[in-house]
Nanobody
Framework: QVQLEESGGGLVQAGGSLRLSCAASGRTFSSYSMGWFRQAPGKEREFVAAISRGGGITDYADSVKGRFTISRDNAKNTVYLQMNSLKPEDTAVYYC????????????????WGQGTQVTVSS
């Protein structure tokens, strides 16, 4: 089992950057593929990015490709989401998630979730 805690959200102007972090408990972090999802008010939770257990494979939603970068440090049990060139439509609660399997793209493929961190991008 793994527990996840996100941090790094906040208020930023359009065009700005934020880096989200997700710290995981336990000694088996490297056994989990990790993902970032987001949910805006009144909308469904959507996939943002995913990274494989070793960090060698990543994938992104088309809406963030070229602007966001997912990475992980297995020695620190942490996954990151670097967000650049932020847009108002990126405003949402961002969640990290873990699955003890290959990378997933749907929220119901993930077993463990953090509590979320709010990202607000002003125009």
């Amino acid at each position: 089992q793994v527990q996840l805690e996100e941090s790094g959200g906040g208020l930023v102007q359009a065009g700005g950057s934020l880096r989200l972090s997700c710290a995981a408990s336990g000694r088996t972090f490297s056994s989990y593929s990790m993902g970032w999802f987001r949910q805006a008010p009144g909308k469904e939770r959507e996939f943002v990015a995913a990274i494989s257990r070793g960090g060698g494979i990543t994938d992104y939603a088309d809406s963030v490709k070229g602007r966001f970068t997912i990475s992980r440090d297995n020695a620190k049990n942490t996954v990151y989401l670097q967000m650049n060139s932020l847009k108002p439509e990126d405003t949402a609660v961002y969640y990290c998630a873990a699955v003890r399997a290959g990378m997933g793209y749907r929220h119901n493929e993930y077993n463990y979730w953090g509590q979320g961190t709010q990202v607000t991008v002003s125009s």
